[in-house]
């Protein structure tokens, strides 16, 4: 039965491998002011109405009424086009939990999935009219269990809302019907087959959770170990089996390959099964896949798939900054592995890759306004591109032809206060930092903070019970210098934990903790094995990564492109605040501008070709936030940045 108690996305059962709990949904409230928070106010307001708009204007609903008899036109968009539908009512419903507001479009939408539905439960708008002999016949690239998926955790989200409203019944009854047809039709008794894009896996699990119904577990798991076996292969459009994850089964997988999102998706879901099956086995797999990604293709933004060809993962060390793909969506789908694989482990190193995600290779998709989206991440856009087409555009657009991104961004911004902390009645644990609300077994605390911007944290404990508990706070990897006071003096809990700092006492009313996480500017460089950004750094500062636009070049550099720039690391890098139009906090970074004879694209190698090369006087370019660039006129960005030679 649904839960009596509202929750988020990912809810363990009480028997599952858990270290961590999250929290209930209203137990956690982001404060307007925060940069968190007014991501989510600004979704609700802008990303959400626009998602929807765009529904109704690029067809996605009237394919749906097309199966009702209520539209005669043609079938729009692709053939997994109702996923958009799903994603997007799934935000909308987290959204009614979080704040309330219209549901219109959930009821509406509620009503006429009911009546779309086949009696034997099948809802596919692209099938049930034009192409009823290829249903179910095309597994490996038709994604009907992928789209069957969304409208389950739709139907979580339902579930977990408002559950006795009746569009929120509706939902999951459908979704309900849907989830039977897979059970036996595919179950143990049916047919060994398995969709060529993952995603079903993690939402019958979640349905299993909302509904304690075992057959649901029990057919994602049943995918999960079919997957590696040639089930999809070899298909006419992507022949290797790598692209579909099913070259090797996943319990014996160790390193991450193929299409991203389709990997990501993977492992969520096997980590899902894992901790709800108690095996131990599928769990280290999916942490050696993890690190396999992480270790040797990721950038450093903590986007993957460098790719185009096939949206992939390539070989290690191959990251080239320029032709970085890091789909939104694969950003989207690395941070719920992190998440659940957080629960599972307790881990320090999967909150750390929240973060870096959240601020950097999520972030960046979405314009300031809300309602423009990158589909692809570059680090670097050369001067002069050509970004007119939606493979690589040089600026954010409204919405693409494939337009998995923004509402899967909805989703994830509606539902992101959830995963801002874990706790129970002996203790709380603060894994993403922002202003708001936080309560936990009777513990209820206040946090305030301008973070990432600022490195103060300031909790203060508003309500509590008589008996000890634990305050744990997170310290970032990136941290070199986290200092913790309590009630102004130090708190005697000097170096962390796991990545933790935890205060365990009897707290009363009005107790004040202030976590400083130092973050001045640091240069990083890369693997010496990542070839394309050899010889170069990038700026951080906190979780942020920076980058330069050709925007902000200054006056005196106007007549040069970023491609002249060479970072001087003999110089200071100067925190500056308030003084960008668009970034609370810059770093004002020391170039020269490279000069010489370099009209020719190749010459010989010069005598002196080893000396520092003559460059102009030295300059200053403010850096911005990777995650706020294209917000201004289109134009070349780079986040790996050439040294200047150094005299010897």
Known sequence: MPHSVSYGPTVPTPQAISVLRPLPTHAVRLGTGGLLGDWQDRNAAATLPHCVGRLHAYGNLDNLRRVTGDFGGPFAGYWFADTDVYKTLEAALWELARSGGSSEFVTGTAELLEKAQDPDGYLNSYFQVDHRDRQWAELPSSHEMYSAGHLVQAAVAAARGDAHAPAAQQILAVARRFADLLV??????????????????????????????????DLAARFVELRGHGLLGPDSRFRQRHYYQDHQPVRDADEAT????????????????????????????????????????????????????????????????DRSYAETCAAIGGFHWAWRLLLATGR???????????????????????????YSNPLQLRTGHNGSGEDAPAQRLPWYSCACCPPNLARLMASLHTYTATGGSDGLQVHLYASGTVTAGGHTVDVTTA?????????????????????????????TDARLTLNGAPAGVTSPHQGYLDLTRTWQPGDQVQLVLTMPPRLVTA????????????????????????????????????????????????????????????????????SGPDDELYRPLAPDALAPPP???????????????????AGAMRVWIPLAPQKR
């Open 615 to 633: 460059t102009t006087s030295p300059a200053a370019v403010p850096a911005i936030p990777y995650f706020l660039w294209a917000n201004r006129s």
């Open 451 to 479: 973070y990432p911007w600022d490195e103060t944290v300031a909790i203060t404990v508003t309500e509590t019970t008589q008996a000890p508990w634990t305050l744990t706070l997170r310290v970032p990897a990136w941290c």
């Open 258 to 321: 193929g299409h991203v999102v389709r990997q990501v998706y993977l492992a969520a879901g096997a980590v899902d099964v894992a901790v709800e099956t108690g095996d131990t086995a599928l769990l280290r797999a999916t942490e050696r896949l993890w690190e396999s990604a992480i270790s040797a293709k990721t950038y450093l933004t903590g986007g993957q798939g460098s790719r185009h060809r096939d949206e992939a993962f390539g070989d290690p060390y191959e990251l080239p900054p």
């Open 527 to 594: 693997h010496h094995r990542v070839d394309a950004v050899r010889g170069s750094v990038a700026l951080m500062r906190g979780p942020l990564v920076y980058c330069l636009e050709q925007a902000d070049l200054p006056r005196s550099l106007s007549g040069n492109v970023l491609e002249d720039l060479e970072l001087d690391p003999g110089r200071p890098i100067d925190v500056v605040t308030g003084a960008h139009p668009i970034a609370p906090v810059t770093l004002l970074t020391p170039v020269h501008v490279r």
């Open 184 to 217: 036996r039709r595919f179950g143990p008794d049916g047919v060994d087959a398995l969709d060529g894009h993952p995603e079903v896996e993690t939402a019958l699990v979640e349905l299993y959770r909302v509904t304690g119904h075992r057959p649901y577990l």
């Open 348 to 374: 320090s190193r999967y909150a750390d890759e929240m973060e870096r995600l959240l601020y950097n290779g999520i972030a960046v998709s979405t314009a300031i306004h809300g309602t423009a989206f990158f």
